[in-house]
């Protein structure tokens, strides 16, 4: 039943889509556009694994009306690197070992390239602030950590 | 389901007043949880993103008017922690930064939960509220405009456009208590000021009653202050606390704050 069509650009490139008037901006990314990269979790903004920049800005794609989307970027961690050609922050949670089931890496990764971007080199309480909003089960913070200070180039 | 993006205040004013079973979103992070779990169906959404009138602030003869569209991260900035320091201390304590980006006042109004972080501080800098709807304008009092718990007084085709507080300057803070720093709804919270121009101890709780409510004695009597607040508010027994522990908490946070602003 999809209703409304929206022009967005995602990751650099122009895209349009058919959706849903009530469906979440990580509803299209994942069902409609091929971009499977966010995850959907919790579907209320607590788990952060579906977090994406919106014209630059850090938000739960869950949250997000496609429709809101609607003329703006979007940039999702398919858009921050390529199997190929990682990112330095996919990079390091490679290195790091801050990976298990990978539910989250998503999520984190494209947190943590957003307060690279603002705090290069973030103390432990940034850290800790900027990801306050991504929930992992798996890996008990600890590598993930390590895996920041990696990528800001910090020595533990 | 219809999803509506008006461009300017008027046109989403005149959607408002032809729809009014419609629903605004503006942050949608209190409306998606809704759709996405399927608590609403409204029969259609008023996307309020793309309205330029109700984002950012100014400054009107010593009054700051600050846009519904205000996000929680844009109060944290400098320039208006300075005027609103517990407004942007309460803003920190919002969720997490995904929901600090895009969480409004306006939609904390609009909610309306007794818990909504921005209510206290608003109270204790009696901020009026300026509504508007192709009838047009009026101003409430937050007191006024919060009628119940998850009730304002806004009727059917009415918008919040903004908010006017003349800053007091007086020493102020906001505390919450919960399980975590972040993304906690609060167990209970307290703004409160230290208002020497007025002479006067103001205080407001959250999550301590049906509505976010207000306490004011004059500056001498700090003493009896955290009772007189314990004792104003009528909190409930519910799964973040008990009644009683709510109570305790909220004489122990005005205990703590009065040393923090009368230092
Ligand atoms: C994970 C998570 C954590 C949260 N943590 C907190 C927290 O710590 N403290 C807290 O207080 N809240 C918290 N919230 C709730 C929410 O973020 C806040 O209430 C926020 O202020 C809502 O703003 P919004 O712009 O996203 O509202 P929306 O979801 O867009 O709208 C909320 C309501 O307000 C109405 N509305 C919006 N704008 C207007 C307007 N201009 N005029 C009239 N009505 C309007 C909408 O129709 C709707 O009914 C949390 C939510 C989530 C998902
Ligand atoms: S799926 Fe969006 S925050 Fe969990
Ligand atoms: S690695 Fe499994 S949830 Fe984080």
Redesign the interface.
């Given at each position: 039943m999809p209703?409304?069509r929206i022009s967005l650009t995602i990751n650099g490139e122009p895209r349009e889509t058919d959706v849903?008037?009530?469906e979440?901006l990580l509803y299209a990314l994942r069902e409609r556009l091929d971009l499977p990269g966010s995850k959907n979790a919790c579907?209320?903004?607590?788990c952060?694994s579906c977090?994406v920049l919106l014209d630059g800005?850090?938000?739960?794609s869950?949250?997000?009306?496609a429709?809101?989307a609607?003329s703006h970027e979007v940039t999702t961690v398919e858009g921050l690197g390529a199997a190929d050609d990682l990112h330095r922050v996919q990079e390091a949670f490679v290195a790091a070992g801050a990976v298990q089931c990978g539910f989250c890496t998503p999520g984190l990764v494209v947190?943590t390239a957003d307060l690279l971007e603002r705090v290069p080199a973030p103390s432990d309480d940034e850290i800790r602030?900027?990801l306050?909003?991504?929930l992992c089960r798996c890996t008990g913070y600890q590598k993930i950590f390590d895996a920041v200070r990696l990528a800001a180039g910090i020595d533990a | 389901m219809e999803v509506l993006t008006p461009r300017s205040l008027d046109d989403a004013l005149r959607l408002k007043a032809e729809l009014p079973a419609a629903r605004f979103v503006q942050g949608g992070t209190d409306v998606l949880v809704e759709l996405n779990f399927d608590r609403s169906r409204p029969a259609a959404l008023i996307n309020l993103n793309e309205v330029a009138e109700l984002r950012g602030f100014l400054r009107e003869n010593g009054a700051l008017v600050l846009g519904s569209g205000l996000t929680y991260a844009e109060l944290m900035q400098p320039e208006l922690a300075t005027a609103l320091p517990a407004l942007a201390e309460a803003s920190r304590t919002v969720g997490s930064p995904q929901i600090r980006n895009r969480g409004t006042i306006g939609g904390n109004l609009g909610t309306a939960s007794p818990a909504g972080d921005a209510l206290p501080p608003l109270l204790v800098e009696s901020a009026q509220v300026e509504i508007a709807s192709v009838r047009g304008r009026r101003a409430l009092p937050l007191a006024e405009f919060l009628v119940g718990p998850k009730r304002n007084a806004l009727e059917p085709d009415e918008l919040v456009v903004s908010i006017r507080i003349s800053p007091s300057g007086s020493r102020q803070t906001f505390m919450k208590v919960g399980p975590r720093n972040a993304m906690v709804i609060a167990v209970c919270s307290l703004a409160l000021s230290v208002d020497r121009e007025r002479g006067e101890l103001r205080a407001a709780f959250g999550s301590a009653g049906p509505v976010t409510g207000l306490v004011t004695a004059p500056l001498d009597e700090a003493e009896r202050f955290p009772a007189a607040v314990a004792a104003a508010a009528s909190p409930i027994d519910d799964v973040r606390g008990t009644a009683a522990y709510r109570r305790h908490a909220l004489r122990v946070l005005t205990g703590r704050a009065l040393e923090r602003c009368l230092a």
């Open positions: 209703r409304l849903w008037g009530g979440s579907e209320q903004g607590e952060g977090s800005v850090l938000v739960c869950c949250l997000v009306l429709a809101q609607d947190a602030e900027a306050s909003g991504n | -």
